[in-house]
């Protein structure tokens, strides 16, 4: 299933609207109440959308189908961008998207998407379940979004229609497509190659037709979007593992009593370890789906090259003291687990 880029928001919202009326007629056998409405880029079964149904599943039982979420997966209402604005604005309730589409509405969720800032999974996890992860939540409310959970993400790595990448050379002047992210774009050029925004769902087709050369990505999405059969080399950089967040549109957030609020942010917790069972499941079938399908996969020996080329990025990207604090944060979380 593939996003539909040429919605425009128009025609978004009319969508979101015809399922808001739709279900406001007692769908829930409850007057005036109605499922939360929750957007997703990926299709059914992606971990993602399994864990906010999984969420779903703990409020109905909880409250006796008096609270519950309805997902539009696969991209239905558009890309992450624009749901993001329609559910900042009210016109959605949740939405699951990674953290590039939020680095330019909120510089703190620019942070967990520096390049190799995260020494290994521990260190992401660690750090987004303790404060660091709870100042980046809190700072969508100005911005209209309540974050309710990070989801992992993994680590995502570069693949392209052409060569192994071993070297920063090897990707020089590749057109690589990138999430919606200034960051994305920065990390990009450093490293000698042309960046091209786009939706994910347009990304598969550009690489047929060779409007791009690359991506980069985890290997569940290198897999579910199918961009493998495109881009069959896949280079082990990990340059990025960003995480997934779930926010809800602060509209909608008010609307709910404090217990019930109470019970949404519960369930979302508790959607995060249900998650990352899956996920972890997910990477090591994916990858072996992967190399069974023929792909090239490198490992790059010498990263410190891409490395260097990262440091006026941060530069670029650390721009307040509230960043520069929540890098330290993060960083000496990875000093104690030994790995920073
Ligand atoms: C995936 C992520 C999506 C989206 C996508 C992309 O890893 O789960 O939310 O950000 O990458 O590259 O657009």
């Known amino acids: 299933m593939t ?3 040429s919605l425009n928001r ?3 919202l009319q969508a979101g609207a015809a399922g808001l009326a739709g279900m406001s007629l ?19 079964d992606y971990p993602t959308v399994q864990a906010v149904r999984h969420m779903g599943e703990v409020l109905r039982e909880q409250t006796d189908g008096r609270l519950d979420i309805r997902i539009y997966a696969g991209g239905q209402l558009g890309s992450e961008r624009d749901t993001l604005e329609i559910t900042s604005f009210g016109g959605l309730d949740m939405n699951r998207v990674n953290l590039a589409p939020l ?24 750090s987004l379940d303790g404060a660091p992860g709870d100042v980046i939540l809190n700072s969508l409310v100005p911005h209209n979004l309540v974050g309710l959970c990070f989801y992992d993400s993994g680590e995502r790595s570069f693949y392209n229609t052409r060569q192994a990448i071993r070297t920063p050379d090897d990707m020089r002047g590749m057109k690589i497509r990138v999430q919606n992210s200034d960051l994305y774009v920065a990390m990009i050029r450093a490293l000698g190659a042309d960046a091209t925004p786009m939706p994910l769902g347009e990304v598969y087709q550009s690489l047929v037709q ?15 979007g199918r961009h493998f059969e495109a881009a069959p080399y896949y280079s082990l950089t990990r340059h990025v593992m960003a995480p997934e967040i779930l926010v809800m549109s602060l509209s909608r957030w008010r609307k709910l009593s ?6 949404v942010v519960n369930a979302a917790k508790s959607s995060v370890p249900f998650m990352r069972e899956l996920w972890d499941a997910r990477v090591a079938g994916a990858r072996e789906r992967l190399m069974e399908a023929g792909i090239q996969a490198n490992e790059v020996d010498n990263l410190s090259d891409f490395q260097g080329l990262m440091e006026p990025v941060w530069e670029n990207f650390i721009v307040t003291p509230e960043q520069e604090e929540l890098v330290n944060q993060i960083q000496s979380i990875g000093s104690e687990l030994g790995g920073a």
């Open 210 to 224: 060779g409007v791009i050369d690359g991506a980069e990505n985890n290997w569940p999405s290198y897999e579910s």
């Open 3 to 5: 996003q539909t880029p």
């Open 258 to 263: 404090e217990a019930d609020q109470e019970l």
């Open 10 to 12: 128009r025609r978004v």
């Open 103 to 126: 680095n330019s509405i909120e510089p703190m969720t620019v942070i967990p998407s520096l390049p190799f800032l995260f020494s290994s999974t521990e260190h992401m996890r660690q």
């Open 26 to 44: 007692g769908a829930c056998g409850q007057a005036g109440s109605r499922p939360l409405l929750s957007s997703d880029t990926h299709p059914s």
